[in-house]
């Protein structure tokens, strides 16, 4: 069994973009511009924004985090929304989920310039990845085949089931894992799946994105599966200074003496979303800068 070390992987990755940055500026070019805006205060959002920064200035990037009351309309996100689009020395900006209830994360996503969409959620970036068109794929699922790639796992032919049918990871990774190049045979699972257990069983690789916490069991894994765990929860804990401890969907210590590769969590998935988001921004800003 081979735990997938997704710090490594990021590690080199940030090295890569870091010298394609470094190149930029030897040029006489600015550095990629990443704009973050972050609308409440939202402990985990608050972490996950936090760790975008820091990596930003790892790589050389100029970081702007856009901090937001809860009580910030749409209509006032959406202004701001429009004047990051007509900047022209931000290169990408994300919106970071969720949202406030009373704003719609669909208006707040179409309203982004897709050519500024890093997060690649928007419906233009959707589209084209459907088509197998270039596009800025979504941050979970590229950082996954990322992952699928560097530890050289055979992807065709096999069969994989996707736990969740989010747009934000279930969906596109079902899409991506289908494409030629990867050629999997996909399933889709989610809450009104018959007989889930009995499905999930029968994959190669299984992908558990669905946000339940060790929500995938040993018995429903067969000998040698590939099982990348997508799921962080914060749960309590008295053995933590912070007072939680963080869990994947998927119950690691029966789960792992059964695969051939498991991602941990932390550590797994997690870093390489971030690692790909700087990926998509430094595609951006080079084709900003360049016009390529």
Known sequence: MVVIDGKQVAAQMRQEIAGEVAAMVSQGKRPPHLVAILVGTDGASQTYVGHKEKCCNEVGFRSTVLRLPEE?????????????????????????????????????????????????????????????????????????????????????????????????????????????????????????????????ASADIVIAALGQPEFVTGDMIKPGAVVIDVGITRVPSTRTKSGYKLLGDVKYDEVAPKCSYITPVPGGVGPMTIISLMKNTLKAAQKQIYGN
């Not at 202004?79 to 989920?97: K, Y």
């Open 72 to 200: 910030t309309t749409e209509a006032q996100l959406l202004e701001r929304i429009a004047a990051l689009n007509a900047d022209t020395d931000v290169d990408g900006f994300i919106v970071q989920l969720p949202l406030p209830r009373h704003i719609s994360e669909q208006k707040v996503i179409e309203a982004i310039d897709p050519r500024k969409d890093v997060d690649g959620f928007h419906p233009v970036n959707t589209g084209r990845m459907i088509s197998g068109l270039p596009s800025y794929l979504p941050a979970t699922p590229d950082g996954i085949l990322s992952l699928l790639k560097y530890y050289g796992i055979e992807t065709a032919g096999k069969t994989c089931v996707v736990i969740g049918r989010s747009n934000i990871v279930g969906r596109p990774m079902a899409n991506l894992l289908s494409q030629k190049g990867w050629d999997c045979t996909v399933t889709i699972c989610h809450s009104r799946t018959a007989d889930l257990p009995q499905v999930v």
